[in-house]
């Protein structure tokens, strides 16, 4: 058995949403009054930072918690499976 790693989409996905979270929380120090008034006096890059923090650290979390396993045998078994009957279209047929 074989942990899927970094390949994992959720990996991925987690480490793009800490990232994004990251640059709005550092964009929201910088907010002005006049950016905080056109969303009705919220901090928006604030809240979506946190927001987007969490979840991607979740995600992360996920992938760790729970790797995705791959059956090496199960999986050789599927090859051989495919390989023979690619195999026997082949002979079957000869046009291909």
Sequence with gaps: ???AGL???RNIIGLLLLVY???LLIVSFSTSAAEKARADG???NLWVGLVLTVVGLL???WALTRPIVVDEEA???DKRA???AAGRRTH???SV
Excluded: H
């Design 1 to 3: 058995m074989k942990k």
């Design 7 to 9: 390949f994992d989409i």
């Design 21 to 23: 979270g990251v640059i």
């Design 42 to 44: 919220i901090n928006a």
């Design 59 to 61: 995600m992360i979390l």
């Design 75 to 77: 999986l050789e078994a």
């Design 82 to 84: 495919v390989e023979e």
């Design 92 to 94: 079957d047929d000869p």
